[in-house]
């Protein structure tokens, strides 16, 4: 038996980040998937970081290896097989902090989604409806809700899924531009009940080949896009969950997507909605206007802002640790989900608060999370 690495082609966006960052050009592709050619992977893990979906991050024991021929057919990964005799255990290796966190699931209550309807060598057309900018002029980021219709097209997908977009052109190297993958902001029917459109909350990047092609968009304006993807960072169909939601800028986009849907067919949800979310400043977070319109009994607003003049530094993880009273019984509720979506570098310090939280709570954080993990109550999609 072997160990063989795999690339999960559900959930890969095609971006190639990985065949990039492969040193021995173990990793190729043909118009469906991205697979790796098992006679050359050293499994040495220059591929895992890159991915932004972690679908390179699946393993295999198999006798005979997958040819390359048989990976680029695959729409899912075939079941793993056990070995016809147990082998000896090996000792436990001692934790790696550094290590790939466990596979998450989706919540067991939410809807099953459709995953890669649109590959990236079949896209679908959409057309622009509208390119707003959500950050005041002056501010020092450019972030933009970019609303896509499908001219009735049926493009099903469900709030926290994204979708993959290859900017047109190739780079120096004659190659398409690397896909850039991006969380849809609105719910599953739309922009508006029955609209059969999406949202998309994109942020402008100098330099930034896909985001400033979208952000550049105007109404009535074409662009192809693949998926959707994503079939674990999903909201549970159930009145009775309870969702902590932390985010950073556009980390903001599934959030909004989940509040609406609930806004739209969960009824009273009194206490069970809250919101953490950090940016420069009023002006650099996007939604700060119609947050302010949904009432604090339904969803429970906690900004964080780092740039405020004559004001110290405060980011999502001192909202968090200044709300600790008020979490800490949620910790004990089965029915409570936690999310985290935004910039990387947000994680270390959120990690930390929410440890303070499950103290506080007479809770080892570590053995919560895990336990909340194999539950599908908690997700983290940072970037």
């Known amino acids: 038996m072997i160990r063989q690495h795999l690339i999960d ?4 966006i095609r971006c190639h980040a990985c065949e990039e960052a492969c040193p021995r050009d173990a990793i190729t592709h043909n118009d469906d998937n991205v697979v790796v050619d098992a006679s050359i992977c050293d499994g040495t893990g220059d591929c895992l970081g890159p991915c932004p979906t972690g679908a390179i991050d699946n393993w295999r024991m198999v006798s005979e290896p997958y040819t390359l021929e048989a990976q680029f057919e695959w729409m899912e990964l075939p079941e793993e097989t056990a070995p016809e005799s147990e082998p000896e255990p ?7 902090p550094d290590a790939p966190r466990p596979r998450e699931v989706a919540p067991a209550s939410a809807a099953r989604p459709v995953v890669g309807l649109y590959p990236p060598s079949r896209p679908i057309e959409a057309v622009v409806q509208g390119n707003y900018r959500l950050t005041a002029a002056g501010a020092d980021t450019d972030i933009r809700h970019i609303v896509l219709g499908f001219e009735g ?3 099903p997908f469900l709030e926290g899924q994204s979708v993959g977009i290859n900017p047109p052109g190739t780079n120096d190297k004659g190659r398409p531009h690397v896909a850039r993958r991006y969380t849809i902001s609105c719910p599953r029917d739309g922009e508006r009940p029955g609209a059969g459109n999406i949202s998309l909350t994109i942020r402008r990047i100098p330099g930034g080949i896909c985001s400033n092609y979208m952000c550049d968009l105007a109404r009535g304006d074409r662009v192809k896009l693949h998926g959707p993807y994503g079939k674990t960072f999903l909201m549970p169909d159930d009145s009775a969950a309870r969702l902590i939601m932390i985010c950073t800028g556009t980390g903001a986009a599934p959030f909004r997507a989940f509040t609406m849907r609930h806004q739209r067919v969960m009824g009273d949800l009194t206490g069970r909605l809250h919101l953490f979310f950090g940016a420069r400043s009023p002006e650099a977070l996007p939604y700060h206007g119609p947050l302010q319109k949904v009432p604090e009994s339904f969803l429970a607003k906690h900004f964080a ?3 405020i003049p004559g004001q110290p530094k405060r980011h999502v993880q001192d909202a968090l640790s200044e709300a600790a009273e008020k979490l800490a019984p949620m910790l004990h509720d089965a029915n409570t989900y936690i999310y985290l979506c935004g910039l990387r570098a947000m994680e270390p310090g959120v ?29 983290v999609d940072t970037y």
């Open 9 to 12: 082609p559900e959930i890969c």
């Open 153 to 155: 097209a049926d493009f």
């Open 90 to 96: 090996e000792p436990a290796p001692a934790p790696d």
């Open 305 to 307: 802002f780092s740039r």
């Open 351 to 379: 990690e930390e608060a929410l440890g303070e939280v499950a103290a506080r709570a007479g809770l080892d954080w570590p053995a919560l999370r895990a336990r909340m993990l194999a539950q599908g109550r908690y997700h």
